[in-house]
């Protein structure tokens, strides 16, 4: 089974920087997903980490250590349709290879 | 076009009736999933299909039930529906040619009464 852990809300201003952590324990490590979900929407796909270290595209940055099951999502020069809620999901091989999703945390950009 | 589609989009049903949400997928992808969302909370898997001959269930899947009936469609049935399945209903896909990243549907928003 798997523990995944993240914070329920987040509150940043718009321009700056935030950095969204996900702790997780898990048996059988075999990836880390972020998905972005905005409020009555689908979940949709912003990074993928299977190996250590940070991974980056565009204004997204995903940072991943296994040895220390933590994961983060950094958000550069936030916009106000940052706000949505990000959430960090695990694949485990004893699993299938499927993925277990955290509780989402939910960001609100303010001007 | 979209890859993932689910129908209906929205629907209000009364307590105590059957009703049938469906999904479709061009992916290709073998695996499918229902999942569950309440406001605010997290998604909750309810079945899952690894190909046509694979049904399995998730964390909540009593008062659900689900037919794989092609690898293209995927449906989930409330068998006698109850206030509190209240909930968005998400459909997803995946395949391990994209490293089993899953690719979810638009959502049907069902309302019981």
């Known amino acids: 089974g798997q523990n995944i852990d993240q914070p329920t809300e987040m509150t940043a201003t718009e321009g700056a920087i935030v950095q969204i952590n996900c702790t997780y324990q898990?048996?059988?490590?075999?990836?880390l997903f972020w998905y972005q979900q905005h409020a009555g929407e689908a979940p949709t796909f912003l990074s993928y980490n299977v190996l250590d270290g940070l991974e980056e595209k565009g204004r997204f940055s995903s940072f991943l250590s296994r040895s220390k099951g933590y994961s983060y999502l950094l958000l550069k020069e936030l916009q106000m349709k940052d706000s949505a809620s990000y959430l960090c999901a695990v694949r485990e091989v004893g699993a299938g290879n499927m993925l277990t999703f955290g509780g989402g945390t939910r960001l609100m950009v303010k001007p | 076009d979209a890859d993932v589609t689910q129908t209906p989009r929205n629907r209000i049903t009364k307590t105590g009736k059957r009703i049938m949400l469906e999904c479709s997928q061009t992916?290709?992808?073998?695996?499918m999933y229902w999942y569950r969302q309440d406001p605010g909370l997290g998604l909750r898997l309810i079945y899952y299909s690894f190909d046509v001959k694979d049904i399995n269930k998730g964390e909540i899947s009593d008062g659900y039930s689900v037919s794989r009936q092609a690898q293209a469609k995927f449906s989930l049935s409330l068998e006698s529906a109850i206030p509190n399945q209240t909930a968005l209903y998400f459909c997803?896909?995946?395949?391990?040619?994209?490293?089993?990243?899953?690719?979810f549907g638009p959502g049907t928003r069902l309302t019981v009464t």
């Open positions: 898990t048996s059988g490590f075999n990836g």
């Open positions: 992916k290709g992808h073998d695996r």
């Open positions: 997803a896909t995946s395949d391990y040619r994209n490293s089993y990243e899953q690719y």
